[in-house]
């Protein structure tokens, strides 16, 4: 197959120029050049996706691993990846692929149908598809036609992403993809300015949209000692979550130094543990400690009468002590899809 496929989520315009608005940066593609996230290119005034079919990673993960933790919990997830990001984030922990210029690595890649990728997910034992590692976004043409077909054989599709969707993505996101764990990286402007070259305002634009179209969301920051992890700034986050709904479960994750990060220490976890008291505070039901292992971090406690539901260790299969969405002892819903 060609490797070139006509973008969705763009118009033409003048002098051949193509106005790119799959993600927040909205970028205005000359003629011969690509976008900020090198993998949607303007051949002649038509923009195409330089990464349709071409993985460059795919695994077959337990869901917990995205982290989902309320989204067909003890399911396996068939896990796939292009090449690219429309974020440079400093601290990147998959940036050999995720930064990786596209245009010399796809001379490596060979084109995978949708069809295959789904029978692959089918054939492995997989309940859904996620496309993760890198910024699904990037590829989201791709993705959402793979998640058309998975949808036709029963199976779910979940994004692991930056959540730099547009309104007009999330619209067509929605139906097709079933689940989001949105990186909500600070609830700073000026740090996603500094550490990722991108801008706060649509990530919370597109989380709100997100579970507006009905997509179950989680949420997962990374704690950068010094950095992101102010007392007033995580209880503003937390804020903002619990406004959204209460009920979106937000992972607290420990940085461990990486990529142009080296020089930061490992979150240390008394500053993990006070975040997750900010959230609870701030009226979350279901807050998780990442990148760590506690005794109850990884818990899923009922909100109302503080029973265990869901036990973790680590990946491995969490103990259910639950068979419908709601507590067996008091009776309360609890936000969770199960398999």
Same mark, same amino acid.
């Given at each position: ?23 927040g940066r909205?970028c ?15 051949r ?27 989204f ?5 997830a ?10 440079r ?7 050999q692929?995720s930064?990786?210029?596209?245009a010399?690595?796809? &001379? ?6 949708? %069809?295959? !990728?789904? #029978? @692959?997910?089918v054939?492995?034992?997989a309940?859904? +598809? ?17 998640a ?6 029963g ?8 959540g ?9 996101m ?5 689940a ?12 996603? &300015? ?6 706060? %305002?649509? !990530?919370? #634009? @597109? ?7 009905? +997509? ?21 986050l ?19 130094p990486?990529?142009k ?8 976890l ?13 009226g ?6 990442g ?17 265990t539901?869901i ?14 969405p ?14």
């Open positions: 197959m060609n490797e070139l496929v006509e973008a969705r989520f763009y118009r033409k315009g003048e002098d051949r120029s193509a106005d790119c608005f799959l993600c909205r205005r593609v000359a003629d011969g050049k690509r976008g900020f996230c090198g993998v949607r290119e303007n002649d005034g038509t923009l195409y996706s330089l990464v349709y079919g071409r993985l460059i990673a795919r695994h077959v993960d337990p869901i917990e691993k995205k982290p989902l933790y309320h067909l919990p003890g399911t396996f068939y896990s796939i990846a292009a090449p690219g990001c429309n974020f984030c400093s601290f990147c922990q998959n940036w692929i930064q990786v210029d596209a010399p690595a796809l &001379r490596s890649l060979d084109y995978t149908p949708p %069809e295959d !990728v789904v #029978e @692959a997910a054939s492995g034992g309940e859904s +598809i996620s496309y993760t590692y890198t910024e699904p976004t990037v590829f989201m043409e791709y993705a959402l036609d793979c058309a077909l998975a949808r036709d054989r199976l779910k599709n979940t994004f692991v992403t930056n730099y969707q547009t309104p007009e993505a999330v619209e067509g929605a139906g097709l993809i079933d989001a764990n949105v990186d909500l990286k600070a609830f700073s402007d000026d740090f996603y &300015r500094r550490y990722c070259q991108a801008r706060l %305002e649509p !990530v919370l #634009e @597109a989380i709100a949209n997100m579970h507006a179209a009905g +997509i179950h969301v989680e949420l997962t920051t990374l704690v950068l000692p010094g950095q992101n992890d102010s007392e007033e700034e995580l209880r503003e937390a804020h903002f979550v619990a406004g959204v709904s209460p009920d979106i479960p937000w992972h607290i994750s420990r940085f461990h990486d990529y990060e080296t020089a930061l220490p490992p979150t240390p008394g500053a993990m543990l006070r975040a997750a008291e900010l959230g609870r505070e701030a979350l039901h279901y807050v998780y400690l990148n760590v292992l506690t005794d109850e971090g990884q818990n899923t406690r009922c909100p109302g009468c503080g029973r539901l036990e973790r260790a680590g990946f491995g299969r969490p103990g259910l002590r639950m068979t419908e709601r507590c067996p002892d008091c009776g309360r819903d609890i936000a969770v899809v199960l398999a």
